[in-house]
């Protein structure tokens, strides 16, 4: 059965259709996070914590290549032509974000295995002696592990640019066609990625600064959606309507709720407290701002699926 569905102005909002399910909001969200974990292992390596033994940057290179992986299962899963994945690598387009986005994660591998010789644990150096001797042959020069450090945090920025620039490029999609969703996107990894360490951190400095930091980066997200909401009020009707999907549409209830009372606010809050020692530190506020970073990804994915610039559709 045909059906045509028309609105008043030129963008079709339709909850029925659906293109992407959880796979790239999964995908985007783990990719944003790893890549605000290795800006903050890389931080941590030129400040040359590295040397204390309790360091995050020790085991966070490890939680990073568990979760980049699983969200490269998650983006796996929702490729239409599996087995010929492979053809990503044997070509580099400099105007597609997914050619670029290829090859970023295969570089950022060798950048996360590089930071696990700084300091491998002994299960790998018995099982790998080459990583033994690698290893020493890193710590003999300290400009080896600075440029480590360095190498981490700009390949984790361009991981977290990238989970941003793979949606703003998609014209046809207004409400992810802002130059200023990048931004968020990277704002929001880094924020997830600070309450995620400073969740287990063995290290006392280190939850302080993180959640300090955390406090900064929430403060930037809440800038960086109101400046993206503004954009898209003050540009065409059409993506004045996309924006309109979560301010008080569809998305609305789970965008205020979710994303910016429970995922912001709320979590700010809190560790504005507990930094000023008014209350104890507690998961609370990391798992709220983690959830809500997960969340903030679903709502923009699947809003920004039913932004069309035609006024008819056929089903």
Request: charged share 10%; glycine share 6%.
């Amino acid at each position: 059965m045909l059906e045509i569905t028309t609105t008043r102005n030129n963008l079709f909002i339709d909850p029925t259709v659906t293109v992407w399910g959880w796979e790239i909001p999964i995908y985007l969200f783990l990719g944003g996070m790893v890549a605000g974990m290795m800006i903050i292992a890389g931080y941590f390596i030129l400040k040359r914590r590295d040397k204390e033994e309790n360091c995050s940057c020790h085991y966070l290179p490890w939680i990073s290549i568990a979760l980049l992986s699983l969200g490269m299962f998650a983006l796996f899963l929702d490729l239409s032509h599996k087995l010929y994945v492979w053809r990503l690598y044997t070509t580099f387009q400099i105007t597609s974000p997914m050619s670029w986005g290829a090859w970023i994660l295969l570089l950022v591998y060798p950048a996360l295995i590089a930071n696990v010789l700084i300091s491998p644990p002994k299960f790998l150096t018995d099982k790998v002696p080459f990583a033994k001797t690698l290893s020493g042959k890193i710590k003999e020069h300290p400009f080896l592990i600075k440029n480590i450090g360095v190498m981490n945090m700009v390949f984790g920025g361009m991981l977290g640019i990238y989970t941003g620039v793979l949606l703003s490029t998609l014209g046809a999609r207004p409400l992810w066609n802002t130059s200023i969703l990048w931004v968020l996107f990277v704002v929001s990894g880094l924020s997830t990625a600070a309450a995620f360490v400073h969740m287990i951190a063995r290290d006392k400095y280190e939850r302080e600064l993180l959640a300090k930091a955390d406090n900064g980066f929430l403060i930037m997200e809440l800038v960086v959606l109101i400046m993206m909401i503004v954009g898209l009020l003050t540009s065409t009707q059409a993506h004045i309507d996309a924006a309109y999907l979560i301010l008080n549409g569809p998305y609305a209830a789970t965008f205020w709720v979710f994303v910016v009372l429970m995922g912001i606010v709320i979590p700010l809050i809190i560790q504005l407290l507990a930094v000023n020692h008014k209350i104890k530190h507690t998961p609370i506020a990391p798992i709220l701002v983690i959830v809500g970073g997960l969340i903030l990804r679903f709502v923009i994915v699947q809003a920004g699926q039913y932004s069309h610039w035609f006024n008819v559709h056929f089903k």
